[in-house]
């Protein structure tokens, strides 16, 4: 079983206000992921890391920010939220030798 | 390019009743993995099976099973007997080539199954 937690579970905020969504794990995994997805639709991957100082840009295009300064921590930075940014934001995290990608229990973002 | 397809947008059972939820990929590359997972309403994603390239055996876990097939690159996922628990929105995915390195996964549409009483 993973252990991999997001703060906050909920999140309603006005446009222009700047957040950070917090994605923490206790595996010690290498890789980390976050994905937006809008509900019940397919995930989109926004970025990922392999590791500590690592960070890359997913498949879609995004205005968030992320870092990785810590093995277990991989929080996610909107500089000026939007409502097109209202969604729910996955995080995830697996092995380095590909195992099954363990998620957080995700984000919901409504921004106003 | 790789791309995972799973037609079936919603289905909906009467409990006990068995269901199978379609899962087709494409990929270029001979080593890849093929997951499922479950997201509930509640809406974390729950890991169920991981299954290699090279293992075409199917297999079952309680009332879940497995179908692999490389011949029509097919992944299907059986629920016998569902129960009003099951209702949840599943989602097949691939894993990318150079998993290894890279291990980004591409899911599908996800299929929302609705188990009624």
């Known amino acids: 079983e993973a252990d991999i937690y997001q703060t906050p579970r909920y999140l309603v905020i006005g446009t222009g206000k700047k957040i950070t969504l917090e994605c923490s794990q206790t595996?010690?995994?290498?890789?980390m992921y976050w994905y937006q997805q809008d509900p019940g639709m397919e995930l989109h991957l926004i970025h990922y890391?392999?590791?500590?100082?690592?960070?890359e840009k997913g498949d879609l295009s995004s205005e968030s920010t992320v870092s990785r300064i810590r093995t277990e921590h991989f929080p996610l930075t909107l500089e000026s939220a939007r409502p097109s940014h209202t969604s729910q934001y996955l995080c995830?995290?697996?092995?380095?030798?590909?195992?099954?990608?363990?998620f957080g229990p995700g984000t919901r973002l409504t921004v106003l | 390019a790789q791309k995972v397809t799973q037609a079936q947008t919603e289905i909906s059972v009467v409990e006990k009743e068995d269901v199978t939820l379609d899962c087709v990929y494409e990929?270029?590359?001979?080593?890849?993995?093929l997951f499922w997972y479950k997201q509930p309403p509640s809406g974390e994603l729950v890991f169920l099976i991981r299954?290699?390239?090279?293992?075409?055996q199917n297999e079952i876990s309680g009332r879940y099973s497995w179908n692999f097939q490389k011949s029509t690159s097919s992944f299907n996922f059986t629920i016998t007997a569902s129960q009003v628990v099951d209702s949840a929105v599943y989602f097949c995915?691939?894993?990318?080539?150079?998993?290894?390195?890279?291990?980004?996964?591409?899911f599908g549409q996800g299929t929302e199954l609705s188990v009624k009483p």
């Open positions: 995830a995290s697996s092995e380095w030798k590909l195992e099954a990608q363990y």
């Open positions: 595996m010690g995994h290498d890789k």
């Open positions: 890391s392999y590791g500590v100082n690592s960070t």
């Open positions: 990929t270029r590359d001979t080593t890849y993995y």
């Open positions: 299954r290699n390239s090279f293992d075409e």
């Open positions: 995915a691939l894993s990318e080539p150079n998993y290894n390195q890279g291990g980004k996964l591409i």
